[in-house]
């Protein structure tokens, strides 16, 4: 049943949505078993599904299904390219059912969609539990209100709903390579034990899951890394090799570039121990890979070496984190960085007084921010010594929004008080949620893929 | 021949990643012959005096020789990270560059 052909029509909730046509369109040309998959859970994106779905009247599913499936849904089902996406969130099987009804408004309400889920954890252990499985801190001994808790699930149920006859595939927390070994393992009918061919199928779905991350997108760094037609990057589609050996590619015309640079950057994205990388399915050891430049943005990858799966599952637990506010002004001109120093301090004093305890971080944008407290060339730009445009941005983080607001509220009264020239004040405030992390015994995850109507 | 001080950033390119509270970032040599040259200086010691700003609790390298890679790991540099900086960039994307910004020296020695 291989070699398989994988594209990534997203690498997070917020990607293009107009990218996943010219990978479906290269696709459709592949002969044998073809597969789109889509990424948009990050960490905390479940919590803000909920909090969507509790407060505002949303779906508990990510709000960018139907955005990022709509345009290529239709082809697909066409062509016999199945989708599998973790738009699910906290709620799969909405998130299926909206994507029936999409199929249905084309014409195909045949189409088989399944749900995986048993990730949610919250029926399963109590806050108590989680707090006992919580590892490299201690953040739910404090007893915080729980938004989501979920494990991070594998590949298995994934390929049981495509053994199914599934079309399209809506999982809620499953591990990102898994969107890909899912398919693989479907496909393949790899054992439970055939380590080093779901450490290369982790591989590919690692490489895949951040989108444009491996043909040449974030890459770009102009006069050392170039990359052609970055407006117009296209997203990667993986062939999988009954070896398992992977050629990453992208669809012809688009921009970007696929070469030994860009792959190795993504192969080492969100790694720590290169010899070690968990997921619930295998443990991948990455250090033999080795990355072949075949020509027109082909590139071979082969080598990943797998070893026993990890005991625990890993969750990850959102909690209520407060009001973060944000407020920020400019100062520019003559004498600016001096004007933005002195309004810093009388906010600093004033926030002293009045919300003593509540921490008020403040960079000076233009100047100094991101690299906040890193030692720089001292000779700043601009006429007369100054800094000539500087945005002063104020922040906190408190329990609630009245006490954030404070900080923005004296940002604000720098219209009238503060230094001179001061202008363009900009304030937000956003609920804010954390997480932890927990290991969580396999035997009480039941995960499950069934058909919605 | 003189020894030159260049930034890393002449040698070598890199990306950030985050999961939680923990950086990782990776430096890939343009060059696999300087693998040795920058292994030399590019020590965990030095990357952790280099990023005490962000007072990381513990930086570890793990070498990939084939690959002509480093990746290092910072732990608790993240000012608490995405859910919990009061920073303008709580991944820490922003931070590959303040990798590449490290001095090193080539040239002969």
Redesign the interface.
Known sequence: MLPVHIGCGAGFAGDRSDVAGPVVDELVGRPGERFLIFETLA??TLALALQGAREQGGEGYSPSLERLVRPVLRKCLDSGIRIVGNFGAADPGAGAKKLKEIAASFGRPDAKVAAVEGDDLTGVLTARQLAEREV?DTLLSDSPAIVSANAYLGARPVAEALDLGADIVITGRVSDPALVLGPLVHCARWRENDWDLLAAGTLAGHLLECGA?VTGG??A?PG??DVPGLEDVGYPIAEFHEDGSIIVSKPAGTGGRVDR?TV????????????AYLTPDVTLDI?????AELGDDRVSVVGAKGRPRPETLKATVCFE?GV?GEAEISYAGPNARARARLAADVVSRRMRDRAPGL?V?I?M?GVQ??????SFDPSPPGPAGDCGDIRL?F???APDAATAGLLLDEVEALYCAGPAGGGGVRRRLAR????A?CLIERGLVAPRAYFVD | MSRTRVPLHELAHSRAGDKGNTLNISVILYRAEMYETVARQLTAERVAEAFSFRKPTRVTRYDLPELGAFNFVLENALEGGVNGSLGLDGHGKTLSFAMLQIPVEIGAG
């Open positions: 960490e905390r490299g991350q974030y890459f760094d050392y890394k640079q190795l950057e993504q192969l080492l994205y969100e790694i720590h121990d290169p010899a250090r033999a890979v080795r990355i984190g973060l921490p971080r960079d944008i921010s991101v690299f906040s407290g890193i941005r922040a906190t983080e804010r949620y954390k997480s992390s």
